[in-house]
C-alpha cells in the first residue's frame, strides 16, 4: 500500500519525537512492503518565524491533500502557563483550532490508562488502581464554547466579554455514534458527560445520546454530571470505559485522566473526521526546556503512529506490530527519563528508545 | 449578641446534620453568653411535597431577614445521578440557583485540605501529599454558564440549544477582591484559573484580575490554564492556596479538589455576598441512601457553622472553639463510619459525634 503522510514536528521537543515515529513506520513500511510518502508542514512558532502565523492555508491544503496527519507538538511552555498566555497573538484560534476546524476533526479520542510497568508513576493509591484502568475520552472538538461567538464590548461604561456555547442535534449524534462504534469494540459501556441540571446545550446532548444509545443494544449508557465525573475519575478511574463528552468538559477531563495514569509521555491521541483522514499527536506539550537534548520520550508518539496506522490507513496488523514492539521495550526495562525509577533497567535517550522499539519490529 | 439564624435542613441526611450542628452552636451559645434565634425553612424535595416549588419566594425573605443561613442538603441521589437528572422539573434554577442569585452570593468559597489524620483515605500517594495541602477554592457563584440566556430553537429543521457565558468587569472584580482578601490573611498566593486561550470571557477574566492584583502587593498572583489545573490538583496539591475561578470551573475544580483530601465529609462551605449575610453548607450531598440511619458524618456541617460565625457574626473566637473541638474528638480517635480506618478507637453515629464535639468546647 501507497499512502501520503504528512507531518508536522512543530515547535520544542516535536522534531526530535516526530523523528522517531518516522524511523518506525519506516521499519513498519519495510517489513510490510507499504511506501509511506512524507511530507513536512511547518506550524507553531516554527510557522510564525517564517510566514508570520501559527499556519498557513497552503499548509492546511497539503493536510487535506493525505492520508493523514502525525503531529509532534507546538508551542512552548512559559514558566507554569503555555505560550499563547503570553503571546495573545499567537492564539490557538490561528493554529490548533484551525486546523482541526479546517480538516472537520470533530472527535477527539485520547486513551487514558495505567501502564502495569508504570504504575510507580501513577499518582493515585494502589488499593485505588489495583484492578488498573483503561478509558477512552471521546471529546466533541468542533464545537461548543471553543467555536461559539464571542464578543467584547462596553455595556453602560462597563466591559463585558461573552462566549457562547452551542451545540445541534447533528454535531452531537456524530460525535455520539463515534462513542458507541468505540465502546462496542471495548467493554460495551458509553459514560456521557454534561452538566444537564444547569446546560440547555447539555440537556440536548442526553436526548440526543440517549436516541443514539437505542442503535446500540449491546452497548451500556451512563450519564454523568461533569462535576461528579471529576471526582470519579481520581476515585474510581475503573469504572470508565468510553467517555463521551462535549470541547471544553473533554480539555478538562481529558488532562484529569491523562494525569492520574502516572505516564502523560505514553498517552497518544487522534482527532477524526467523517472522512479517514485524521490528526494524531502525543497528549503532552512541546516541552520547550528539554528540547534539543535528546531526553524527551517519544513512545507517545510512536503510540500515536501506530493509532495512524489503524484508523486512518486500516494497517491493524501494522499497529499491533509497533505496540507490542513498546510493550516489549518496557517490559525489558528500558525507560526515557521521565518514566525512569529504581528498577529501570537501563536509562536510554530519545533515539535510542527509537531504536529499541524498531529493533522490536 | 444576639442574632437570627436560619436553617434549612432540606433532604435526605440534612436533617440529621443540621440538628447536630445547632447542639454545637447551642453550646457555643451557652458558654460565651449568646442568643442564636432559629427559623426553619423548607428547601428541596421536602419543600416540592409541600408547596410544589423547591423553594417559596417566602422561604426566601426569611432568609434575608436573618444574619446568617446553615443549609444541610437538598435533594437525593438515584443511583449514580443526582435527583434532578431524573426530574427535570425539579431544577436546580428553582432551588440552589434561585437562593443563590435571591440573595446576591457571588462569591462561594471551599477550603479543601489534607487531613493528618485521615491520610488514609485520601487518594493521592503519600509522596504526593507528603507535605500536606491546604487550599480554599473561591469560585464566582452567581455568573456565567449558569445564568446566561439560553435557548433551545430549531433552525431548518434541527434542534440547536445554546448557552451564554457572560462576565462583566464588576463581577470578576468583586470575586477577584475577596480571593485577595482571603490569600492576604494565608499563603498569600493565588491561583487564577480560565481558559483565556480561548475564550473572551477569560482574557476580560485575566485581564480584571491582574488589575485587581496590582492593589494586593503582598499577595502573588498566577494564572492557570484550567485543563492545566485539573492535572496539577492531582499531581501537586500543595502548590495552592487560594485558586480563583468562573461558576463552571469552579464547580468542577472544587470537586475535584474535595474529592483529593478523601474525606469530602468533613468540608465545609460558604457563600456571601456584599453583606454580612452568607449561606454555610457542607461540601457533600444528601445521601438519601443513608438518611435516617444515624451514620452520617456531621462534621462537615459543623464546620459550616464554624465558617458562618466567623464570616457572618464575626465571632471568631467561637468559631476557633468549635474547630478546635473537632480537631480534638479526632485526635482522639472517634470516627464515624465513613472516615473509619484500622487505628479507629470508636466507631461512633451521627449524634454522638455531634455530643463529642459538644462536650469539648
Ligand atoms: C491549546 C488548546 C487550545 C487546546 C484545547 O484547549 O483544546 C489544548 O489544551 C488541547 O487539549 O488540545
Ligand atoms: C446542584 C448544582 C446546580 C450545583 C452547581 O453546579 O453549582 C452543585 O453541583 C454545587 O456545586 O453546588
Same mark, same amino acid.
Given at each position: ?15 526530535? @519525537?516526530?523523528?522517531?515515529?518516522? &524511523?518506525?513506520?519506516? =521499519? ?19 510557522? @510564525? ?18 492520508d493523514a ?32 476546524? *479546517? ?24 488499593? @485505588? ?33 461573552? *462566549? ?20 462496542? =469494540? ?8 454534561? &452538566? ?18 437505542? !442503535? ?18 481520581v476515585m ?7 467517555? +463521551?463528552?462535549?470541547?471544553?468538559f473533554g ?26 483522514? /485524521? ?5 503532552? /506539550?512541546?516541552?520547550? *526546556?528539554?528540547?534539543? +537534548?535528546? &531526553?524527551?520520550?517519544? @513512545? ?19 499497529? !499491533? ?41
Open positions: 500500500m501507497e499512502c501520503k503522510i504528512t507531518l508536522i514536528p512543530g515547535d520544542g521537543i516535536g522534531p526530535e @519525537i516526530v523523528g522517531e515515529a518516522v &524511523k518506525v513506520l519506516n =521499519k513498519v513500511a519495510d517489513k510490510f512492503g507499504h511506501t509511506f510518502n512524507y511530507t513536512k508542514i511547518l506550524m507553531g512558532g516554527c510557522s @510564525i518565524d517564517e510566514y508570520g502565523v501559527p499556519l498557513t492555508d497552503e499548509a492546511v491544503e497539503i493536510c487535506k491533500a493525505s496527519v502525525l503531529l509532534g507538538a507546538v508551542g512552548g511552555n512559559v514558566g507554569n502557563s503555555r505560550w499563547y498566555d503570553v503571546a495573545p497573538n499567537l492564539r490557538p484560534e490561528a493554529g490548533l483550532l484551525k486546523i482541526r476546524k *479546517d480538516l472537520g476533526l470533530f472527535a477527539n479520542l485520547r486513551p487514558a490508562y495505567l501502564y502495569n510497568e508504570l504504575r510507580k508513576a501513577c499518582p493515585l493509591k494502589e488499593e @485505588i488502581t489495583k484492578d488498573g484502568f483503561d478509558m477512552i475520552i471521546v471529546r466533541e472538538l468542533t464545537g461548543g464554547l471553543y467555536f461559539g461567538e464571542r464578543e467584547t464590548k462596553t455595556v453602560n461604561g462597563i466591559l463585558e466579554a461573552r *462566549d457562547t456555547l452551542t451545540y445541534n442535534e447533528e454535531e452531537i449524534r456524530r460525535i455520539a455514534i463515534k462513542a458507541f462504534e468505540i465502546a462496542r =469494540k471495548r467493554k460495551k459501556k458509553v459514560t456521557s458527560v454534561d &452538566k444537564a441540571n444547569v446546560l440547555d446545550s447539555s440537556r440536548l446532548w442526553r436526548k440526543v445520546v440517549e436516541e443514539v444509545a437505542k !442503535d446500540y443494544e449491546d452497548v451500556t449508557l451512563e450519564n454523568m454530571l461533569v462535576d461528579n465525573c471529576a471526582m470519579q475519575l474510581n478511574p475503573g469504572q470508565f470505559d468510553v467517555i +463521551l463528552t462535549e470541547n471544553m480539555d478538562i477531563l481529558s488532562d484529569e485522566a491523562s494525569m492520574i495514569t502516572g505516564s502523560i509521555g505514553m498517552l497518544s491521541s487522534a482527532s477524526l473526521g467523517k472522512t479517514k483522514l /485524521g490528526l494524531y499527536e502525543p497528549s503532552h /506539550g512541546s516541552a520547550p *526546556d528539554i528540547a534539543g +537534548l535528546n &531526553k524527551a520520550n517519544p @513512545i507517545a508518539t510512536i503510540l500515536s503512529a501506530a493509532m495512524m496506522l489503524r484508523y486512518s490507513l486500516d494497517l491493524d496488523k501494522e499497529a !499491533d506490530a509497533i505496540e507490542e514492539a513498546v510493550a516489549k521495550v518496557l517490559s525489558d526495562g528500558y525507560r526515557t527519563v521521565d518514566i525512569a525509577s529504581k528498577e529501570t533497567k537501563e536509562v536510554v535517550g530519545t533515539d535510542r528508545m527509537g531504536d529499541l522499539i524498531v529493533a522490536n519490529i
